[in-house]
């Protein structure tokens, strides 16, 4: 139970702090399940949710929700675990409609899903919906003025690597991170890469949103700020409880990590390199 407690204990921890103790625990859980051994079924699926995500925190290119699935039919444990991780792992999964969802999801069916799971009431929440997420209905609104919908700012930049910066105007860890993405756009210039400003201030505090722009000496190109009765949707979209929230999305729009780096830790230029040069390989 100890033992137990421990891994929970860690995988809460700060991500990028903790990475020594992250591999520690990864190896350790790894021949845990091998021998099946010192893990039930709360700590199984908890441990190994998270261990899921802390792997797509350190920007495996190559780790993704499939990959994640697939990695879980390999496992030396319990079917009934395994469905319940990636149960998890689908259901947090934004983006119900994309072509990654519906393969990851067929993966599922064919290696992990069983009669049991299917009479449960919840089965039918991870279903794949081609209308899941219609960002047409996501509206927003230029600094200018210009309304447009969240589908329009993923079809004016198809072909490159999207990287929304989520913010507030009253939000001052959001203001503290302009400076730094300021420079990296800079630096940036000849990528191909596009810096989107998400502001979510409310309608009626438009002036402080677009009066904090040049305050804090940031460009307002590509500034926009979400119409207050879209601010749930693109909420529960993304599942932002917390910002500055960083998210980088790949040349088709794909959303390839929902935490990234902020701006101004050491690592957010490599990092967001790595995104762009895997890109221009394709």
Known sequence: MAKNYYYV?????NYKDKSSYFEKLANELRDSLATKKAINSTFLNSAMYYLGNYNKNKNNLNYNLKTFIEELTQINTEKRFKTGIAF???FDFSEKESKMYAESH???NRELNDPIFQKQSYASLIVPDENAVDKKTIKLVSTTKEPLSLADIFKKNKGKVIVFDLWASWCIPC???FPFLEKTKVKFLDKNVVFIGIGLDKDNKEKDWKNILPRSKISAKNQFRVIESSNKL???LYKIETIPRYLVFDKDGMLVNDHFSKPSEQDFER???SYISAVSKK
């Open 271 to 273: 990092k967001l390199l």
């Open 9 to 13: 204990k860690l995988i809460r921890q």
């Open 106 to 108: 067929a993966l599922f």
């Open 88 to 90: 998890q792992a689908l």
């Open 234 to 236: 693109i909420s529960t």
């Open 175 to 177: 203001i503290n991170e």
